[in-house]
């Protein structure tokens, strides 16, 4: 057997021995995967943790147990059983994603078709290719990355090291049951081959890895560094009468598009808000919440209404207080919304 084959054979042995149960996995020998529960996981998984993932995972199948069911659901729902899960264009994508594959009565089964649907890139669809179809894709996560940076010692810093990352992650996928393959990959780089403490004691390929080896496979895979995120300033606005409030939807596209929220003062990554208030009239401090997206952090202020010109407001709705949970407010108002009743 190749060394690369030996690889391949030594993980998924230790993958049949020590899979991770995870609610959207089918366990190794437990049969076929549902395309749509692989589809639905990896896109919330980006980005995201499996912590973080598994409740919204379980909410979404409950309400939405196929491809079709989601398809026919409205966008405002999706979107508000999406909220608090972060990176709001994934689920805009999910919902188009599941009127397309819908409308061609399933999934397609190659990569190179699974990444023309819409939110689907070259990981997801060589993901979805693997594990849902068997079809042999190379899948490469952050752990995955981590994994195959070590295993080879390949110590030109991200992101330039990519593309060495892949080739090799290429040269070790078998042709057969490259989704089990992906996954154990995974799992070796989130339980075993983990970012600051490797337990190398316990890996199966310790004995191949040139990392371990070299005697520091901790600093591997090496990462350019960070840039400061900048500072940014805006202001949301809780306008309140006869126990609700009254939201806004932003729109369809740009920072957390289509979501119902607190009217704002333009506050975008690009800029602070102006800090004009959406009505005349009397206004009092609220306080602070402070949020951080992936290229900026912003401080929000809270503007909390005390006048009585309702009749200025543009388009939006009243909302009651006591079911504001219910209307789907991505995190960062729902902070707001919190601190205005506090």
Request: aromatic share 8%.
């Amino acid at each position: 057997m190749s060394a690369t084959g030996s690889i391949a054979s030594k993980l998924l042995d230790w993958y049949d021995r020590n899979a991770r149960r995870l609610p959207w996995r089918v366990p190794p020998g437990g049969g076929e995967a549902d395309p749509y529960r692989v589809w639905l996981s990896e896109v919330m998984l980006q980005q995201t943790t499996t912590a973080a993932v598994a409740p919204y995972f379980a909410a979404f199948t409950e309400r939405w147990p196929t491809i079709e069911a989601l398809a026919a659901a409205p966008e405002e729902d999706v979107m508000a059983a999406w909220a608090g899960l972060g990176y709001y264009s994934r689920a805009r994508n999910l919902v188009k994603c599941a009127r397309q594959v819908a409308g061609m009565g399933g999934f397609p089964k190659n990569e190179a078709e699974l990444r023309k649907l819409p939110g689907l890139g070259d990981y997801t669809a060589a993901a979805v290719a693997a594990i849902a179809f068997g079809q042999r894709a190379v899948v490469v996560d952050a752990n995955v990355e981590r994994v195959v940076a070590r295993l080879f010692a390949i110590d030109e810093p991200l992101p330039g090291a990519r593309k060495a990352i892949r080739d090799k992650a290429d040269a070790i996928t078998p042709d057969k049951r490259a989704g089990d393959f992906a996954q154990a990959m995974m799992d070796l780089g989130a339980t075993t081959c983990s970012v600051r403490d490797p337990q190398c004691l316990l890996c199966p390929l310790s004995a191949e890895c040139e990392g371990r080896a070299k005697g520091d496979p901790a600093r591997l895979p090496v990462k350019a560094g960070k840039k400061a995120k900048p500072l940014r300033q805006g202001t949301a606005f809780w306008i309140e009468r006869d126990a609700k409030v009254w939201l806004v939807r932003r729109p369809g596209k740009g920072m957390l598009g289509g979501m119902r929220a607190l009217p704002d003062d333009g506050w975008a990554a690009s800029g602070d808000g102006s800090g004009d208030a959406p009505i005349g009239g009397g206004w009092r401090a609220g306080g602070v919440v402070r949020h951080g997206f992936s290229h900026f952090d912003l401080e929000l202020g809270l503007a909390i209404y005390a006048g009585e010109r309702f009749a200025e407001l543009g388009e939006g709705e009243w909302w009651p207080i006591a079911d504001i949970e219910e209307a789907g407010l991505p995190t960062l108002f729902a902070k707001a919304a919190r601190l205005a009743q506090a």
